[in-house]
């Protein structure tokens, strides 16, 4: 579905995606982590039309979407939930949720659609984003996310800054959504959830992937090594 190959994306001087490949299939979560700094948001940001590639291929469904404006990638059906959220604080979670529907592909998901797969946010439904706490923040911003009936949904730092209640309530919400086969790139600090529900996972380093494996397929250890680069040198 999704296909990145050898992307470099640069902040000034800075190259933080190096030669970045990846591929997403339909239905599949596929776990993006790595050290603070490894180059995941960059790459999210990439993929969604926020940053430019300075090099390389993105590809949606066979279609090049490299050169494409953020807009008509989410018109494609590539959603970015940014790290921190981002919801308009004046608006109510409904509002929040209808801004995103205007533009959206056809496709299952509606305010009724998203409240339904949510249920923390029905009562919430009428409540200004600026009060709502982080978890239902993000849950709200997930379902934005969804209004724009995405075939790959991007989620950068799902859990980050969240209480741990908090957290239980927004994997309650993607559990759903893995169940129901979406497709996901979830970038996540805490190893042991990313691992928990991905089918893959990719482990990125200074810019680079350095380990990609299925997730049954390895070790806590082995990933834990590929964030601080000890994978390359040792086992093999
Ligand atoms: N807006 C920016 N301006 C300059 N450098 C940036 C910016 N955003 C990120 N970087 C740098 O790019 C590299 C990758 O950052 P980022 O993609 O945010 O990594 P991650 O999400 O894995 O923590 C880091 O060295 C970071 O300091
Ligand atoms: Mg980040």
Redesign the pocket.
């Known amino acids: 579905m999704l296909q990145v190959s050898h992307v470099d994306a640069k902040?000034?001087l800075?190259q933080?995606v190096r030669g970045v490949s990846l591929v997403v299939r339909e239905g599949e979560v596929v776990a993006l982590v790595?050290?603070?700094?490894?180059?995941?948001?960059?790459?999210l940001r990439t993929i969604a039309g926020a940053h430019p590639a300075a090099a390389g291929t993105i590809t949606l469904n066979g279609k090049d979407i490299t050169g494409l404006a953020a807009h008509r990638r989410v018109a494609l059906g590539v959603a970015l939930v940014p790290e921190g959220r981002k919801l308009f604080p004046d608006l109510t979670v409904e509002e929040n949720l209808l801004v995103a529907g205007r533009r959206a592909r056809k496709g299952p998901w509606s305010v009724k659609t998203v409240l339904d797969a949510f249920p923390m946010l029905e009562p919430l439904r009428h409540k200004r984003a600026a009060n709502l706490s982080g978890g239902q923040q993000q849950a709200t911003s997930i379902g934005r996310a969804l209004m724009t009936n995405p075939q790959v949904l991007l989620l950068d730092e799902v859990s980050l800054g969240l209480a741990p209640v908090a957290v239980d309530s927004v994997y309650e919400c993607l559990a759903v959504l893995i169940d129901g086969g979406t497709t996901i790139v979830l970038?996540e600090q805490d190893l042991g959830r990313a691992m928990s529900v991905a089918d893959r996972v990719v482990c990125?380093l200074e810019?680079r992937v350095a380990l990609e494996a299925a997730a049954g397929m390895v070790t806590r250890d082995q990933v834990t090594g590929a964030y601080f680069g000890l994978a390359r040198k040792g086992s093999a």
């Open positions: 902040h000034g800075l933080a790595g050290a603070n700094g490894a180059g995941k948001s960059t790459l970038v990125m810019g």
